[in-house]
């Protein structure tokens, strides 16, 4: 089954305490990106990534890692969480051609709490 | 910059009624919009649009795409309880409008 998947899908954690959301697709999708999504802000762009080693900022990137090491999977690395960081994250992968943007899947999404 | 607008930010009708949700956006490069509908857990993919004047249809929702004054519209024709959700288009690199929180009401 084609899927995106993320985990963990819940996480509380503390102020300072480093932690990674996994994002892992089996479509063999080249593109995939990260968004948090808060109330009455919609899907918030933090990372997105064209390919294998090629990563670039979203609009709202502060505080937040990605690596691209593998086709398959997009982890998120908060280094130093704080509480505004609490929110609801998405991963999202796509085919990319050179004519034509193509429907995005998306993971389950991962809420986390930042105490 | 990519940016997508989106309105009305929510709306609130009764079962059977009509709505019209819009969406405006500026984007280097243009290949496609897509709508996606949001019940409290991830996006769920409705419509792809890439030509301008080609509605695309799937049953009682309706989509229809204006490049040259680069908004599109969503439509949906009798409205049911079950259509409630917020409903986001997105464009480019996937930047997302604000989405538009639909309540339908018995």
């Known amino acids: 089954e084609a899927q995106v998947t993320q985990n963990p899908r819940y996480l509380i954690t503390v102020t300072g305490k480093k932690l990674t959301v996994t994002c892992s697709q089996n479509?063999?999708?080249?593109?995939m990106s990260w968004y948090r999504q808060d109330p009455g802000l919609g899907l918030r762009q933090i990372y997105y990534s064209m390919n294998v080693e090629v990563t670039d900022k979203g609009d709202v990137p502060e505080g937040y890692k990605v690596s691209r090491k593998e086709k398959r999977n997009f982890p998120l690395i908060l280094e130093s969480p704080s509480p505004n960081q609490t929110s609801l994250y998405f991963c999202a992968s796509r085919r990319r051609t050179d004519h034509m943007n193509t429907e995005a899947f998306f993971g389950q999404g991962t809420r986390l709490t930042v105490v | 910059e990519d940016k997508v607008v989106q309105s009305p930010l929510s709306l609130v009708v009764h079962e059977g009624d009509t709505v019209t949700l819009n969406c405006s956006y500026e984007v280097t490069n243009f290949r496609s919009l897509l709508w996606y509908k949001q019940e409290k857990k991830a996006p769920t993919f409705l419509f792809m649009l890439t030509s301008s004047g080609i509605e695309k249809k799937s049953g009682r929702l309706s989509s229809i795409l204006d490049k040259k004054e680069l908004f599109s519209i969503l439509n949906i024709t009798a409205t049911q309880t079950g259509d409630s959700a917020v409903y986001l288009c997105a464009v480019g690199k996937l930047i997302f409008g604000q989405g538009t929180e639909l309540s339908v009401k018995p």
């Open positions: 479509m063999n999708h080249e593109y």
